[in-house]
């Protein structure tokens, strides 16, 4: 099951972040989970919203860069090797993490991971055979 | 491309030696010329020591002192005419943006030697005498519209002296008359291709096949966009009013650069800075001494438009040397690490890049003792945020592309869409904090 991920491109100046997510807020998306890689001129901010197609269109019409991609989002328990089973499943096939961000989730003891990988159905097939447990899109958008 | 048809062999084709020789001799006769029937320059030219005897060879333009646009304003507005108002034939001024117009005058000779230079450079460009042409530039106190005019009666075409506006009547002569060439500024070309596509016609009502445009810098992407909204082969000209208006130079079909009408004008580039006379080939100020004009003679006028000159024989067939496409102003020159650079080169190099949008900033420091260019585009594909290595390829082409056209490394950031400054005017695209302490 592939998720979409919002992708948006920021200045880094002072409150910029903060428009992107008022801009969400004001069209009644939420975040689900929330990372940002920068640099010292600008930054990616990569969102998992429960809305995304709507996100795109208002991001869009606020003339902010920004692009849909799938990842992948797992549940691993919440304790200490979860993590690590999981990375070795893909990197048994060769399958190489170009970016992860993980996030709990507040209703039981799991952690959310996001995975950003070059093939999404050869991931996924290498998750399940692994058991892993792949997230659905509902699941994600609604937690 | 239709055959090559050269309007005056003689003048056009003849050997560089001669040109060479006609054009001494015509600097003789002009710095005396100057002397004895301008005040301003006797003045001048006494003052620096030239006279028509010290003139031994070309190079010796040199010693001349540059005439300005300041000169002219000063001298508003018959100060620098060489013939009493019985020889004038026509007036023509320029609007003055800042200040009083500058205004010219022209002899009966002028206005011939005018005409034929606009007959060589709109037969270099293809027109002839089944040349159906509407002129859609302002007619008036431009030299725009009837220096075009009477050259292409010269020639034979039929003039439809439209005028600039009314867009609607335009469009409804060029499906009527079967105008199939069409003088005009290249956005106003532009527009007139847009207004075509909505007003409803189909676009085979229209034949033009010839743009004659001038007046205003075209950057070839425009010209591309031009040429494919009317169907039609664009070519550039090139003239200041001071100096006569269009007909000073023109593209031929082969379109490497405009022919100078070299019998009647000699060009120098110089360096904007030092003032210093370029060898021929390098990039410069382009410096005009009219050779013929007997109203308003002008000695090594500063255009303040920036190219460079050829002498290279061209395939077309004429001798002439070629200057290029205006690069730009000298005034929006900035000159970094010692290299010239202008905003229109920076454009040139970001034409066509999918990933970012068409404006840009460029920022000069101080740091230290060197000098730092920045250049700030707009981010507007958002597939490349998918990996920083995307985001950073994007940066290094177009370092890449600038290095190449500017021969300057320099930094590229990326800014959001619709971040940078827009201009409805003249776009201030430079930010120089140089000299800000
Ligand atoms: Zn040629």
Known sequence: MIIKQLSIFVENKAGRMAEVTQILASNNIDIRALSIADTTDYGILRLIVNNPQKALDALKTASITVTLTGVIAIAIPDHPGGLARAIKVLSDRQISIEYMYAFLNPNNATAFVILRVEDNEKALQALQDGNIRIMKESEIYEI | MSKIAIWDRNAETMRRADIRALQLERLKHLVGYCINNVPFYYERLTKAGVTAEKIKT???????????????????????????????????????????????????????????????????????????????FGYGMFTGALGLHYGLEKIGAAVVPCSSGNTEKQLMFMRDFKTNALVATPSYALYMAECAKESGYPMEQYHLRLGLLGSEGCTPEMRDRIEQGWGMFVTDNYGLSEVCGPGMSGECQLRCGLHINEDHFLCETINPQTLEVLPVGETGELVVTTLTKEAIPLLRYRTKDIT???????????????????????????????????????????????????????????????????VKVELVDGSVLEKFAELEAVQNEIKNRLRTVLGLSVKVTLAEPKSLERFTGKARRVIDLRNEH
């Open chain 2, 308 to 374: 460079k000159i050829t002498e290279e024989p061209c395939a077309c067939g004429r001798t002439t040397a070629r200057m290029d496409k205006i690069k730009g102003r000298s005034d929006d020159m900035l000159k970094i690490r010692g290299v010239n650079v202008f905003p229109s080169q920076v454009e040139s190099a970001l034409v066509g890049m999918q990933k970012i949008g068409p404006h840009y900033q460029l920022i000069v420091r101080r740091e230290g003792f060197a000098d730092t260019l920045e």
């Open chain 2, 58 to 136: 070309l190079s010796d333009v040199q010693y001349i002192p540059f005439t300005t646009k300041d000169d002219l304003r000063d001298h508003y507005p018959f100060g620098l005419f060489a013939v009493p108002m019985q020889k004038i034939a026509r007036i023509h001024a320029s609007s003055g943006t800042t200040g009083k117009p500058t205004v010219v005058g022209y002899t009966k000779n002028d206005l011939e030697n005018w005409a034929q230079m606009v007959a060589r450079i709109t037969t270099a460009a293809g027109a002839d005498d089944h040349t159906i042409v509407q002129i859609a």
